[in-house]
């Protein structure tokens, strides 16, 4: 599927090239003519689901056994989730933990790229810096976007009490020592804004582009949901995939999305930080929502003022309609396993109420 670089209809340089319906060459099942385009991509993009799931299945491998090696490092009992006490052990402890999140998440990652030959400034388009004039009224609506993600997480977590059922929130906890709590705070923040932007707006989303804008945008973020396994995050972020994928297909720099990504994640843990020390009140608390929602309404009429067309995805150019890419691609081999091992760890976490 290798090829020279072209511009695709959204002006992203593609890899690939389609099959030409005047050469003709022996294939199974079609005997001497070539394969219909539509049956290429098909199998490409059958071949693609694969490798994210294998991606999936590797990330969640790896999430399960670098802790453990990590735990036989720190001398704690395996599985224990117990922050040390000594203050220098705090900090390896966030060190290494972060370390872990990377590494379980980007390498297989960088192995389904490499099989499927992704060039990397297509993987990942890093070239164009997002404008400022783009970013900032952009950045109110995510806030903006948390607030109604935060709705929706209560309101989960309300329906799931009312049939009997909890979900158990695990908090990292809080170090004691500066040191350690400026690796908590990395954590948190620029260390999943990082690689996850990377990961799920990067190659995995910029590879199916070729599949549609919008086939991609919608998958990707359904990815990026089951990533966080916790029923009670879902709702927060499948919408919030959904608006940073789309900002970073508007803007065509994969920076759009780590920015977006990182100042959600730094408001939450100002929120997190002053709830703890301080304490919120709830009139405070509702002030402070209100005013995030009113700011992303003001930055949003301004983002369609400005480009009328702001929310417009291109029409696809694939050559099966969207039902059928959905089909072909969750009915692959492997990927509904993957799918559901990343609901089994979310599930994980519920508890009935006794």
Same mark, same amino acid.
């Given at each position: 599927m290798s090829g020279s670089p072209q511009n695709n209809?959204?002006?992203?340089?593609?890899?690939?090239?389609?099959?030409?319906?005047?050469?003709?060459?022996?294939?199974?099942?079609?005997g001497f003519f070539q394969k219909p385009p539509s049956a290429a991509e098909t199998d490409a993009l059958r071949r693609y689901a694969m490798g994210i799931a294998a991606a #999936?299945? @590797?990330?969640? *491998?790896?999430? &399960?056994? =670098? /802790?453990?090696?990590?735990?036989? #490092?720190? @001398?704690?009992? *395996?599985?224990? &989730?117990? =922050? /040390?006490?000594?203050?220098?052990?705090?900090?390896?402890?966030?060190?290494?933990?972060?370390?872990?999140?990377a590494v379980s998440l980007s390498v297989p990652f960088v192995f389904y790229g490499l099989a499927i030959r992704i060039p990397r400034p297509v993987a990942l388009p890093t070239a164009r810096r997002p404008q400022l004039s783009f970013m900032l009224p952009a950045a109110l609506v995510g806030l903006g976007l948390s607030v109604i993600g935060r709705f929706f997480m209560l309101t989960t977590a309300a329906l799931l009490g009312s049939i009997g059922l909890t979900v158990a929130v695990v908090e990292p906890q809080m170090p004691d020592s500066l040191l350690g709590f400026v690796l908590y705070a990395l954590n948190l923040t620029v260390v999943p804004a990082l690689f996850e932007e990377l990961v799920v707006r990067g190659v995995v989303m910029q590879s199916l582009r070729?599949?549609?804008?919008?086939?991609?945008?919608?998958?990707?973020?359904?990815?990026?949901?089951?990533?966080?396994?916790?029923?009670?995050q879902y709702p927060n972020a499948l919408l919030m995939g959904l608006f940073i994928?789309?900002?970073?297909?508007?803007?065509?720099?994969?920076?759009?999305?780590?920015?977006?990504h990182l100042v959600n994640n730094v408001s939450v843990l100002i929120l997190m930080v002053v709830e703890r020390t301080l304490g919120l009140p709830t009139p405070v608390a509702l002030l402070y929502y209100g005013a995030m929602l009113l700011a992303a309404l003001v930055a949003l009429a301004f983002l369609v003022k400005r480009s009328p067309a702001l929310f417009c995805i291109p029409a696809s150019r694939a050559l099966n309609p969207f039902p059928a890419l959905c089909r072909i691609f969750y009915s692959a081999p492997m990927v509904l396993p993957a799918l559901l091992a990343l609901l089994l760890t979310a599930l994980q976490g519920m508890r009935v109420a006794l």
């Open positions: 209809h959204t002006g992203s340089p593609v890899w690939y090239t389609q099959p030409h319906p005047d050469e003709y060459s022996y294939n199974p099942g079609y #999936l299945m @590797g990330y969640l *491998a790896l999430g &399960a056994l =670098l /802790p453990l090696i990590v735990a036989s #490092l720190l @001398g704690q009992p *395996a599985g224990s &989730a117990a =922050l /040390p006490r000594n203050p220098s052990h705090q900090a390896l402890y966030y060190m290494i933990s972060g370390l872990v999140m070729r599949f549609g804008d919008g086939f991609a945008l919608i998958t990707s973020s359904l990815l990026f949901m089951l990533l966080h396994q916790s029923l009670l994928g789309y900002a970073v297909l508007y803007t065509g720099s994969i920076w759009t999305g780590v920015i977006l």
